[in-house]
């Protein structure tokens, strides 16, 4: 019997008949997780926009991909502000455009056959606005698709977003060889950014003298809608994005639904709700060169002023691909994670590395509690079907005086017919176990090695069989 094993019927046979009958009790009481994910979905306010409707076309833009129809995307917003609100519509062709900056009551809509392309003149995406880089709150070029303190914004249709990053553009930044960089070319790791950032996280100035963009090198988002309310991405596809895709910031009600985001950059994050509250992904297509999915709430000193946490988040009948993680939390999660649904997701790729992961460290700090995982099938992956890390780092030595909570997190249903390296790998801190991680129906064929759990509560398993190695 393996080590694992043998915890696991420790403590089964530790807490014995009064556990069952207490886990019977409260099942009567307990929402199911389907009741769960139907919660909070009830309490999600989709936008309404109203029904005026401006195609660029008709304000100068032109189909041609060296054309720049900025200025007409620009204008068509600002005749439907002034009308209330309506839909700005791209049709079918190429357009090329620079930032885009939405308004209350907004729709952008890509038609069948639309792509609108984002240029890569570093030019157009100043004057710095107010965004974050890794959960610290900066001034630096403007997202793609921006939106700050507006309520009723979508992006919808068939059409395709290009951020146009590649290894020409955007990407070398990184510092990393296999994205474009060439030693001696600007990174984000020169002392002028990464470095500095850090510091200002540590000292804390206003926003306002946080600033970054030229001469720095931090990749903008592709869509972030910051502060906003009501925000609605339906339908399109994303490619080439120079950073984190979509980035809920500080956002309530938002519905990412039937989204492709394919792009395997550097930090290609999918979807990143992060303080955000009420959240709902579904039917979503994700192959990425970072996280699928990572809900986020602050690093270090940032979280802990902002102090919002994520919750209320429902991820539904998604397929993860390729990925550093399918369904994640952290890195960035000082000011904590609660109620998360997984429900009803297929994760599988030989370049998929977990499917569902929590980390964080000891500077970050912060809290999971109420991670729910259900109907949750998983082909293959690179290292563990969850994987839990209170030790994560790559900035060097982190360790601080924050140390992370992590508890209740259920599995119901979920088969993985390869689980990868460990199957299930947790490690966490002797000064606070992770506490009540429960499986029920759950199956993980087979894994190269035997499981880890360090520093946990053993674990409780109902009709489960992780893992023949």
Partial sequence: MSVFNQQIKKGLLAVGI??????????????????????????????????NRISILELGAVDNKNYDSSEAIHAAISTLTELGGGTVVIPQGTFLTGPIHLESNIELHLEAGA?????????????????SYEGIEIMNYSPLIYAKNKTNIAITGSGILDG?????????????????????????????????QHQINIDQP??????????????????????????????????????????????????????TVSSHGPNNDGCNPEYSKNVQILGCVFDTGDDCIAIKSG????GRRVNIPSENIVVEDCKMKDGHGGVVMGSEISAGVRNVVVLNCAMDSPNLDRAIRIK????????????????VTVGQVKEAVLKINTFYGIYGTQEGE?????????????????????????KGRPEAKIKNIYFDNVVIKSSTKAPVVEHAEPLNLTNSSIAKF
Wanted: charged fraction near 20%; aromatic fraction near 12%; charge should be positive.
């Fill in 402 to 426: 924050f140390i992370p909570k992590i508890q209740n997190i259920y599995f119901n249903n979920v088969v993985a017919e390869n689980g990868g390296k460990y199957g299930i790998l947790i």
């Fill in 206 to 259: 206003p926003i306002e003298e946080r600033l970054f963009g030229k001469d720095h090198y931090f990749r903008p988002q592709f869509f972030q809608p910051f502060m906003c309310s009501n925000v609605l991405v339906q339908g399109v596809t994303f490619v080439n994005a120079p950073f984190w895709i979509i980035h809920p910031l500080k956002s309530t009600n938002v519905t990412i639904d039937r989204v």
């Fill in 299 to 302: 690093r270090n000193q940032d």
């Fill in 360 to 375: 964080t460290n000891t500077l970050r700090g912060g809290f999971v509690d109420g991670l729910y995982v259900k109907n």
């Fill in 115 to 131: 792509r609108l392309l984002f240029k890569t003149d570093l030019e157009a995406y100043l004057p710095a606005v107010h965004t």
């Fill in 164 to 196: 146009q990053a590649g290894v020409e553009h955007w990407w070398p930044w990184s510092g990393k060889s296999e994205y474009g960089y060439k030693e001696g070319d600007p990174k984000q790791g020169d002392p002028n950014t990464i470095p500095r």
């Fill in 18 to 51: 009064l556990t069952v009958l207490l886990l019977v009790g409260c099942s009567q009481k307990a929402p199911t997780i389907e009741q769960r994910a139907a919660q909070i979905k009830a309490q999600i306010q989709l936008p309404e926009i109203p029904n």
